[in-house]
């Protein structure tokens, strides 16, 4: 089975500075994607940014850009310039190849500094 | 945009109660997902549905059912209600395939329900 997993419960940064969120995985599969989720407080969850695993590019969404390492089964999160509004749960999740469901995280809890 | 609506935000039940969540999306989504999220453990699949009628156990089936009489609505049910039930539970839908056909269908979720079972 597949799992995914986040070693870091909390994390937290200045406001304008970077910060990494850490995501590892097991899979046998070649192909499947890779998401992360923001949960921010009392709202709804919503996708940040996404990987296939066939591409060997690292995704980029504006600030946020992740660093896939396949072989080493790792998907980290890279914040740049970090804002209060980007204060949230962050989930990190496995979808393979066909499936229809999602394997997340336990979640990183990001604060910001001011 | 897509929109994905629980019935309530906060519930609070006794042991024993039957309870129904609803959930309700208007994008008309094939796939529809109901997960648990507890602190440390993420996000649990109980169940999913591909279809009307059509329903999938998940990782954490046991104290749960399901109905999707309607292609927009998926109700979880708890047939009697524990207090290691009390859990923050999110609906989700998607897309059975994405509209270019890649493969990838983005999950979009509800607000949540928290429950708490006395």
């Known amino acids: 089975a597949q799992t995914v997993t986040q070693s870091q419960p909390e994390m937290s940064v200045q406001e304008a500075e970077t910060v990494t969120l850490s995501c590892t995985y097991d899979?046998?599969?070649?192909?499947?994607?890779l998401f992360w989720y923001k949960q921010p407080p009392s709202r709804q969850m919503i996708l940040v940014i996404r990987?296939?695993?066939?591409?060997?590019q690292n995704a980029t969404e504006n600030r946020f850009s992740v660093n896939f390492q396949k072989a080493a089964k790792s998907f980290s999160l890279k914040i740049s310039d970090s804002q209060l509004g980007d204060a949230a749960m962050y989930f990190c999740a496995y979808r393979r190849q066909g499936a229809q469901k999602l394997v997340f995280g336990q979640g990183t809890r990001l604060t910001i500094n001011p | 945009d897509v929109k994905v609506t629980q019935s309530s935000r906060y519930l609070v039940k006794r042991t024993g109660e039957k309870v129904f969540l609803e959930c309700v999306q208007d994008?008309?989504?094939?796939?529809m997902f109901w997960y648990r999220q507890d602190p440390g453990l993420g996000l649990r699949l109980i169940y999913f549905?591909?279809?009307?009628?059509?329903?999938e156990k998940g990782d954490i089936p046991e104290g749960y059912s399901v109905s999707r009489e309607k292609k927009e609505r998926f109700s979880l049910i708890l047939e009697s209600a524990s207090t290691n039930q009390t859990s923050m539970y999110l609906c989700a839908s998607s897309l059975a395939r994405s509209s270019s056909g890649v493969g990838y269908n983005e999950q979009f979720f509800g607000p949540g329900t928290r429950l708490t079972v006395l």
């Open positions: 549905s591909y279809d009307v009628k059509m329903k």
């Open positions: 994008m008309d989504h094939e796939n």
């Open positions: 990987q296939e695993a066939y591409k060997q």
């Open positions: 899979t046998s599969e070649s192909d499947y994607y």
